[in-house]
């Protein structure tokens, strides 16, 4: 399994809170991305990163953003939560020469109340 | 708009026979597709990929049709097995580094 982590993997928050999840990999791959899942949507696309603060918006970038200082940290952060941004979100790694069979953390379960 | 569909939500398989779970899309600038599995309270895993330029992929239990003109792709599971129980993704690829992924298939084998 690739050495993916994701912090915190439940959380509960109040609409209007600040919230930041993290996700941590150890296979110095290139590319990261975060997904959140929904029952009918599937996986959607919310950022990805193709380096080292090089980032890009996906399908559901909105009330999002995203960093990466370093090769094994990316972040996303929801400036002020929303009940809609109630969701399991999941990061995913990738390398550049296979770059399209990404490889799944565990998941965060995050509730906005 | 929708452009990887999974339409049966849910499959229903005797242990033994063969489980095929179906996937459309939409895009004929995709060129890579995959099905990635998932267990409940965990991470998708990937399972079997094929490129635009073959019809079929195996790996084991696993196979992989690619039908470009009917833009339709399916697995199959033969045969299937009670860890086989889980939602299946499929997701594809038209470069520029993102997937695209269809709804989901919850899979159920039935002793």
């Known amino acids: 399994d690739a050495g993916i982590t994701q912090s915190p993997r439940h959380k509960v928050t109040e609409t209007g809170t600040p919230v930041t999840l993290r996700c941590h990999q150890t296979e110095n791959h290139r590319y990261m991305y975060w997904y959140r899942q929904d029952p009918g949507h599937g996986l959607r696309l919310i950022h990805y990163?193709?380096?080292?603060?090089?980032?890009d918006k996906g399908e559901v970038s909105d009330g999002y953003s995203v960093s990466r200082s370093k090769t094994e940290d990316f972040l996303l952060t929801l400036e002020s939560a929303t009940s809609s941004q109630t969701s399991v979100y999941f990061c995913?790694?990738?390398?550049?020469?296979?770059?399209?069979?990404?490889?799944f953390g565990p998941g965060t379960r995050l509730t906005v109340l | 708009d929708q452009q990887v569909k999974q339409n049966s939500p849910s499959l229903s398989v005797q242990e033994g026979r063969i489980s095929i779970l179906n996937c459309d899309y939409t895009?004929?600038?995709?060129?890579?597709f995959l099905w990635y599995k998932k267990y409940p309270a965990e991470g998708p895993t990937f399972l079997i990929s094929i490129s635009s330029i073959k019809d079929k992929n195996e790996d084991g239990r696993f196979t992989v049709f690619l039908n470009k003109s009917a833009k339709h792709l399916s697995l199959h599971i033969v045969p299937s097995q009670p860890g086989d129980s889980a939602v299946y993704f499929c997701a594809a690829s038209a470069g520029a580094q993102k997937l695209v992924f269809g709804q989901g298939t919850r899979l159920t084998i039935n002793p």
């Open positions: 895009n004929s600038m995709f060129d890579y």
């Open positions: 990163s193709y380096g080292v603060k090089d980032t």
């Open positions: 995913a790694i990738s390398d550049r020469d296979s770059w399209d069979t990404q490889y």
